[in-house]
Every structure is written in C-alpha cells, then in structure tokens.
C-alpha cells in the first residue's frame, strides 16, 4: 500500500525567505503526486501536480517541486515567502481512484 | 466556472441521529470522492465514485455510505452517529479520479453532541 511521509509537523520561516516542505513516498510504481495546500476551516486548493515527464514542475503561486525517483521525495519549495502562505500543506498520492495524504506540515510565517 | 459545493457547511446532530451531506461536482466531472479529515487522523479516504459506480471505499464502517447520480452529484450518509463522527468532511471531483487533478470543496463541519 502507499504511503506518504511528511517528516516536518510545523516550520517557521521569515517573510522573503526561501520554503521547502519535504515529502517521502512508498509506492511500487510511478506514482501520481500532488501537493495541496489549506487555509484554517477552508478546502483544499491544488498548488501543484506530477504525472510523468520534467522532474521539475511548476505550480501557482510561485511554488515548484521537484519529483526524485531515487529518493522517493517530491519536496515543494518556494525562493520567497509571503505572509499568506501561512497556512498547512499537505503532500498526497494518487491511485486506485483515492488520494493518500501525508500527515501535513503547518508553516508559519514571521514578519 | 464554479467551484466544488458543499452543502451544508455546518451541522449540528445529536448521537445516534443519521446525516446526509451532499456534493456538487465542478461540471464535466464524472468522479467524486470523499474524505474525513480529523485533527487525529488526517485525512482519510471515504469513498469514490464514477458514473454512479462506487470505485474504491476505505476503512470505515458500514455506517458511512454514499451515492452518485446520474448528473454526476454525490451524497454521503452516516448512519447512528458517534461523537467520534465530529469531522471536516470534503468532496472532491475531478474528469476521470486519480490520474486527473482533484479539485475539493469547502467542506462540511459536521459537530455531533
């Protein structure tokens, strides 16, 4: 069965500073991969996804993630921080018609 | 083009009453899908959907079901609630399931007392 590993429960980071949420997976084949993100009492909205193809992938709000087959990771970053980007950040995997969530990593952003 | 909506956003039910909690795909999609999310557990899969075939269910009891229609819209029923029960409940819709993005709803705050 896969899983998905969020190492970090809560990070702290300056605004302007750089962000990057690790993610680790357990999955037999290529897996498809997201990272969500949710605002307190809000849904989750999409921030990026990986299916096959460049390694490095482009999502909104200036986030990228990098999918590493050897290390089974797919670690979000971002070069600056905001102060919206506080909120919580959930990696997931796709298959047989579910998503699997890692634990979530809570980011907080100091002025 | 609208979004995923729930209904409700709140409930309020007492122990051992049922609720029903209903589900708007974004339109075009044919694949619905439900989690849990706890503070304790996360985010759980409940169950998924396409074109009026369930798919796929998690680990839950037989207390938690659902349904789809024909125009793609899903309900979920929780039958003799638990206190344990008390959850965000999310809908997710996307074209075909895993292998296309999932776009979620707000969710239901279900509270049971």
């Known amino acids: 069965a896969q899983s998905v590993t969020q190492p970090d429960i809560h990070i702290t980071v300056s605004e302007g500073a750089s962000l990057e949420l690790r993610c680790n997976y357990s999955y037999g084949a290529t897996p498809y991969l997201f990272w969500y993100v949710q605002s307190p009492g809000q849904g989750l909205q999409l921030l990026l996804k990986y299916f096959s193809g460049d390694t490095l992938v482009q999502g909104i709000k200036g986030f990228e993630a990098e999918f590493k087959r050897s290390q089974s990771s797919f670690n979000l970053r971002k070069p600056s921080v905001h102060w919206s980007d506080a909120a919580e950040y959930f990696c997931?995997?796709?298959?047989?018609?579910?998503?699997?969530f890692g634990a979530g990593t809570t980011v907080t952003v100091r002025a | 083009k609208a979004g995923v909506t729930q209904t409700p956003r709140y409930l309020i039910k007492t122990r051992g009453q049922q609720v029903t909690l209903s589900c708007s795909p974004i339109?075009?999609?044919?694949?619905v899908s439900w989690y849990q999310q706890t503070p304790g557990q996360g985010l759980q899969f409940l169950f998924e959907y396409f074109s009026e075939t369930q798919r796929n269910k998690g680990n839950f009891p037989g207390r938690f079901s659902g349904r789809q229609f024909s125009n793609s819209r899903s309900e979920m029923n929780v039958s003799t609630l638990e206190l344990g029960d008390s959850a965000l409940y999310l809908c997710?819709?996307?074209?075909?399931?895993?292998?296309?993005?999932?776009?979620f709803g707000q969710g239901t705050r279900l509270t049971v007392v």
């Open positions: 997931a995997v796709g298959n047989d018609y579910k998503l699997s």
């Open positions: 997710a819709s996307s074209v075909e399931g895993t292998n296309t993005e999932a776009f």
């Open positions: 339109s075009g999609h044919r694949s």
